[in-house]
């Protein structure tokens, strides 16, 4: 080859490469993947650190002796629980979540550490939201599961047992659901237990045998505790310390805290709920009598201080009862009490009881060995006297009628009778299914009359609003959940009703936080807020939170936003280290809350330059009058920290403004020293004359009788005119 040949494809060998570079090619994400543990990955963590976003990693049974860390937005499935073991060896947390989205289901952890705060088996921290753990065993840590400043997570249907401290702790997190887990024997302190938490709901878990409290509230508020079992904890079945606004009801006390606190134990907290206006909770120890036959105690109330509607029996979604030798099972989110059975009517009847203005439905199943309709006879359902619809599903050996109601304590008749005329059967459909305030819902109407014709509908839409018209529109004005019924009549006047619930959701908004990652130690740094709707619209005049972190969340201010829906806040970090901020809107009626977290580190700063002192100008005062003290004109590069005020008579005062008076006259040097965030100072003095009262007297005694001499004169000068006139 020739030189002039090898020159030349050398030069093409550098220009196709940067010939690539220069044209547009598209580039694709890769796609989710499946990562299998053992195989090409050894250990989990192996795999974890492999993964990409939203990839799966799928753990075969056996015994992992490792430590995980989860810092990635992915998927952990175990081949099955009671095999796939995750082991800390007796150190540390087991598995640490850091990332937001996260699933972890399938595993036993087991064997961390036993530091008495550290120490979990699972230990979700600040930046993880929006996870759920699920579906595992967790024991032998010091603490089952810890939540730490995080927001939004599931913890359901998992197994926690013989750890050290707490099954379930949640420090300064909020809108975390802790649901269906089996909690039992945690040695030495709660089941669950909160610290500075807001807004949690903790649902339908069996608690029992905890070294204290089943369940222990400890400045918190807000949350939402229901259709638990607690059962045979140590010291005290629920304990709340200085937390108030929670609502309790539906749960299951037995045999808690014999021979120490109690069933429950409160101090120091007000404005707890322990009834949803309509169920209380059921007490192994309540003696009380029901007299109306809802399922409610009528009588001793309240039950321990606290329970005004105590229930009769343990709360349960799943009810049955015999009705001569049968069967008969009813599934319901009401309270189901008085249930009686009359075979000469072929009627059985029961009363329900929930919370005013919620949704309410029944599922009852009917052997049909006990009752059996077949044409001409017909089932048939009412409320309170009044014809309901109903679904009906049949198999060869059971009848199973499901309907809805607007709650409150209803009396429901079922039986089979021979109907000259069928009842029509009510029904709806609306749209949308999901409405915000923002939009118009349509209503249609569904329903039928087998042997006639529907001829008047009457719509109550759930907040004070209805209507007659067959398929009516209706706006809601704020969120919240509406109990739509509607009532038809057929052309022979019988009557039928249905309800269902219409979910009005929030507008979702967006908070986005615009900080700097790093400041100097003392510098004033400026947090932009903006603040969006779903649609991407300012949210204006709302009033946005800026949390720091220290012990627990502290409020470091709020600011509302403008026609843009931006706001700002200033602050200054005096310590040195990374500071966790959140930033939050609560939210209104018709906004949704939204939120922001972010890390800011402050990092030391070598500030030689002192600050200047401005203690004002000189001033003239008398004796006992205030003399006001500014020092607002000082300043310095970065920012001045303290304000010292030395009056010059043995007084002394902190911050940039100050007051102070005098007790004697004479002349006084103040001298106002400024410090920055580095130490650095400087003075600056005024000097402060004070008059005594007595001078002031007697220069005003002076005038006056110059003013009276003058006068006097005049009046002999114009008497001496006179007379020459």
């Known amino acids: 080859m020739s030189q002039r040949n090898v020159c030349l494809a050398c030069i093409l060998t550098l220009l196709i490469p940067m010939a690539?570079?220069?044209?547009?090619?598209?580039?694709?994400?890769?796609?989710p993947e499946v990562r299998r543990v053992p195989g090409v990955y050894k250990t989990i963590q192996a795999a974890i650190n492999a993964a990409t976003y939203g990839d799966t990693i799928v753990v075969s049974s056996g015994i992992y002796y490792e430590h995980i860390i989860v810092n990635k937005t992915v998927s952990l499935f175990g081949e099955a629980k009671?095999?796939?073991?995750?082991?800390g060896n007796g150190t540390g947390t087991v598995a640490t979540i850091t990332a937001?989205?996260?699933?972890?289901?399938?595993f036993t952890i087991r064997n961390g550490g036993q530091h008495p705060w550290e120490d979990s088996g699972i230990f979700l921290e600040f930046v993880s939201k929006n996870s759920k753990v699920t579906d595992n065993v967790i024991i032998n840590n010091y603490h089952g599961i810890f939540l730490e400043s995080t927001n939004g997570n599931v913890l359901s249907s998992n197994n926690i047992s013989s750890n050290t401290g707490r099954g379930i702790i949640l420090q300064s997190s909020s809108r975390n659901t802790i649901s269906s887990n089996s909690i039992a024997q945690n040695e030495w302190d709660s089941g669950i237990e909160f610290f500075d938490s807001v807004q949690n709901l903790i649902e339908a878990n069996t608690i029992s045998y905890s070294g204290w409290a089943g369940i222990n509230l400890i400045e918190s508020s807000g949350n939402t505790i229901k259709e638990n079992v607690l059962f045979h904890n140590s010291v005290v079945g629920i304990n709340l310390k200085t937390s108030g606004g929670n609502i309790l009801y539906r749960n299951t006390l037995i045999d808690n805290g014999l021979n120490e606190q109690g069933q429950v134990d409160i101090v120091a907290s007000v404005g707890n709920v322990w009834d949803n206006s309509a169920e209380g909770n059921y007490w192994s120890d309540y003696a009380g009598e029901d007299r109306n036959g809802d399922g409610v105690g009528d009588t001793n109330l309240p039950h321990l201080g606290v329970d005004l509607r105590p229930l009769m029996e343990s709360w349960a979604h799943r009810r049955t009862f015999v009705a001569d030798g049968s069967i008969v099972t009813v599934v319901s989110n009401s309270t189901i009490a008085s249930f009686d059975f009359d075979r000469a009517l072929e009627q059985m009847s029961f009363n329900a009881t929930g919370a005013s203005g919620t949704l309410g439905f029944c599922n009852v199943t009917v052997p049909r060995q006990l009752l059996n309709a077949s044409y001409p006879r017909n089932w048939t359902a009412s409320l309170d006297g009044t014809h309901l619809s109903f679904a009906l599903v049949q198999n060869l050996t059971d009848s199973s009628l499901y309907f809805t109601y607007l709650q409150s304590t209803h009396k429901i008749r079922i039986n089979v009778i021979e109907l000259p005329n069928l009842p029509p059967k009510a029904d709806f459909a609306y749209f949308p299914t999901h409405?915000?305030?923002?939009?118009?819902?349509?209503?249609?109407?569904?329903?039928?009359?087998?042997?006639?014709?529907?001829?008047?509908?009457?719509?109550?839409f759930g907040d004070g609003s209805d209507s007659t018209n067959q398929n009516p529109s209706h706006q809601y004005s704020v969120a919240g959940t509406y109990v739509v019924t509607l009532s038809v009549s057929d052309d022979r006047g019988i009557q039928t009703v249905t309800s269902k619930a219409v979910s009005v959701r929030k507008v979702r908004t967006s908070l986005v936080a615009g900080a700097p990652?790093?400041?100097?130690q003392g510098e004033l740094f400026t947090i932009t807020i903006n603040l969006t709707d779903e649609k991407h619209a300012p949210v204006q005049d709302a009033r946005v939170w800026v949390y720091l972190l220290k012990e627990r969340w502290e409020v470091l201010s709020s600011n509302q936003t403008n026609d843009s829906g931006t706001a700002s806040v200033s602050h200054r970090l005096v310590e040195v280290g990374s500071h966790r901020f959140n930033v939050f809107f609560n939210g209104t009626q018709v906004l949704g809350e939204s939120e922001n977290a972010f890390m800011i580190s402050a990092q030391e700063f070598q500030d030689i330059e002192p600050p200047t002192a401005d203690a004002g100008s000189d001033q003239t005062v008398y004796l006992g009058e205030l003399v006001v003290f500014d020092g607002s004109g000082s300043s310095d590069n970065i920012g001045i920290r303290n304000y010292y005020?030395?009056?010059?008579?043995?007084?002394?005062?902190?911050?940039?403004?100050?007051n102070h008076t005098y007790t004697n006259s004479g002349k006084y040097t103040a001298t106002l020293r400024v410090q920055d965030f580095s130490g650095n100072t400087d003075t600056d003095n005024v000097t402060i004359t004070v008059l005594s009262q007595g001078g002031s007297t007697v220069w005003i005694m002076g005038i006056a009788l110059i003013a009276i001499g003058a006068v006097a004169a005049t009046m002999i000068l114009l008497k001496k005119r006179a007379k020459r006139r």
């Open 82 to 87: 009671d095999v796939t073991v995750i082991d």
């Open 645 to 658: 005020w030395d009056f010059g008579d043995d007084s002394t005062e902190i911050g940039m403004l100050a």
């Open 517 to 520: 990652s790093i400041v100097n």
């Open 20 to 31: 690539w570079n220069l044209v547009p090619h598209e580039v694709t994400q890769a796609s």
């Open 100 to 106: 937001s989205n996260v699933n972890l289901s399938g």
């Open 435 to 460: 409405p915000t305030p923002y939009d118009i819902v349509g209503f249609t109407d569904l329903s039928i009359d087998s042997d006639g014709n529907v001829t008047s509908w009457h719509w109550r």
